[in-house]
Each structure stands twice: as C-alpha cells, then as structure tokens.
C-alpha cells in the first residue's frame, strides 16, 4: 500500500472526543512584492482563528470582521499535524468580500483536554494580486460535547 495515504488522509468522524482549537497569533507577516514585514504588537487583539474537529468548521476574526465555513481538512498523523483550508464566508458584516483561510495547527504536542494547551499554529490568509500574511502563534484546546 503506498505511503502518501496514510500520512494525509481526510479527517473523519471516529471514537475520539471532538475538540476546538483557539487561536491566537504572537507574530505575523505582512508579505508583498517579494518582501514580508514582521509585526510583533498591536494587532493581536484583531484576530483569532478556530477549528472544530466535529463539524471541520473554521472560523477567523480578522479585525473588523468575521468568517466562517466547512472547511477542507488533512491530517498527518506522522507530523502531528491538522491543516484546514477554505474560502471562508463573512459573518459580522455578510456583505463584505470572503477570505481564504488556511490553518496548520501542530497538534501532537495535546497536552490537555481540559483546554491548557495545544500547540503550534500558523495561519495564512489574505491572498491576492498584493500580498497575504501569515500569522503564527499558541492554540488553546477546548473539549467538545
């Protein structure tokens, strides 16, 4: 049997507890003509993301507003990682453009289900003709009923 589907298989309903990942950037990336800007302050407040592992929804704020949709997603057990990618819908003000979102969450390192830690992430959003950014930062993990 080849490899490549057992590392990067779509994530299923099964036994285990279902869990939100919430997340918070530390640092971002503002990257346009061939160049990024690191930011380390003053726009952490304006944003967040987050992954629902029962419903593969994800959800951003992205300052003044919000986005959410089912979302395409890949899970590498070997890496520990979960990846959720889509083109999400604007929910605080519907008539405003959607973004397309893409989260990498390093989950192996669950420490807690009671939601004290859960890894690594890295987000990408904003792609287009000028740029995109590419926030990264701390998960909490959340328990799902």
């Known amino acids: ?7 990067l298989s779509p994530a299923r309903g099964s036994s285990e507890e279902y869990r939100e990942y919430y997340c918070i950037p530390d640092t971002q990336h503002e990257c346009a ?26 959800s951003a704020c992205l300052w003044t507003n919000c986005y959410a949709a089912t979302v395409a997603v890949l899970k590498n057990a070997v890496a520990g990682t979960i990846m959720a990618t889509g083109k999400l819908k604007p929910t ?24 004290k830690k859960a890894g690594d992430f890295n987000a990408v959003w904003g792609y287009g003709d000028k740029g995109l950014t590419l926030d990264t930062g701390k998960c909490e993990l959340r328990k799902l009923p």
Not at 1 to 7: G, I, T
């Open 33 to 58: 003509r061939g160049q990024c800007k690191k930011i380390t302050d003053g726009f952490q407040h304006a944003e967040s993301f987050a992954y629902n592992t029962k419903t593969s929804e994800l």
């Open 92 to 115: 605080a003000h519907p008539g405003s453009e959607p973004v397309i979102v893409s989260l990498t969450i390093q989950s192996h390192d669950d420490r807690d289900i009671t939601g």
């Open 1 to 7: 049997m080849p490899l490549f589907p057992l590392l």
